[in-house]
């Protein structure tokens, strides 16, 4: 069935290095992805959001590639600092539709 | 408010205790969510509220979970006769718009039924 999903469950970089968080889908009909961080104990919290009509997109720090010939989503973040340690959620869908993957844990060494 | 409230932040049940969770949105927010999330995934949807409307309740995992917002703001997740699959963390998400604009997510109830 239609699923949104991540390659690796855990990810540890040192601090300063770039950091990179896969994400693959299988809806070809997706439009509408978000990247969603999440902090031990607090919700989701928005980081960037990308439409299917563009193919990169960045923000402070963080930049999110969309693949759609091979359906892969990716968020890139510069320089990571330690307050990024956090499990990173990629979420495809509209509002009432909204599917989340089952996140990668991204631990940062100093 | 500054962001979305939740309470409790933590409750214990007993197997069978009906319990009730609360959710201030962010005022304004049209839209509100109850996603649950399990230990180690993602959140799952469970219903969705434009304004005091339930347009898709499709996701509570059975008759004993019902939500509500009667006033369009404050909405109320009730789960009957609590069951220990029910252990999760309910996280309520408000956002601005109806168009599929960014969810904004409470800390979350964590609810441990023993």
């Known amino acids: 069935g239609e699923s949104v999903g991540l390659h690796l469950p855990t990810l540890s970089v040192q601090e300063g290095d770039n950091s990179i968080i896969n994400c693959a889908y299988s809806n070809s009909a997706s439009d509408y992805f978000i990247w969603y961080k999440q902090e031990s104990g607090k919700g989701p919290q928005f980081i960037i959001d990308?439409?299917?009509?563009?193919d990169k997109r960045q923000g402070q720090r963080v930049t999110v590639l969309l693949n759609k010939t091979v359906k892969h989503l990716s968020l890139q973040i510069a320089a990571t600092q330690p307050g990024d340690s956090a499990v990173y959620f990629c979420?495809?869908?509209?509002?009432?539709?909204?599917?989340f993957g089952a996140g990668t844990r991204l631990t940062v060494k100093p | 408010g500054a962001g979305v409230s939740q309470s409790p932040r933590y409750k214990v049940a007993k197997r069978g205790q009906d319990v009730a969770l609360r959710c201030d949105p962010i005022s304004g927010h049209v839209s509100l969510f109850w996603y649950q999330q399990a230990l180690g995934q993602g959140p799952e949807f469970l219903t969705y509220?434009?304004?005091?409307?339930?347009?898709?309740k499709s996701g509570l995992p059975s008759d004993r979970f019902f939500a509500e917002r009667p006033e369009g703001s404050v909405s109320t997740l009730k789960i009957q006769r609590t069951q220990q699959e029910d252990s999760a963390v309910y996280l309520c998400?408000?956002?601005?718009?109806?168009?599929?604009?960014?969810?904004?997510f409470g800390n979350g109830t964590r609810l441990t039924v023993t």
């Open positions: 509220f434009q304004n005091e409307a339930q347009l898709d």
């Open positions: 998400a408000s956002s601005l718009r109806t168009d599929g604009s960014p969810l904004h």
């Open positions: 979420a495809e869908g509209e509002y009432n539709d909204m599917r």
């Open positions: 990308i439409r299917s009509n563009m």
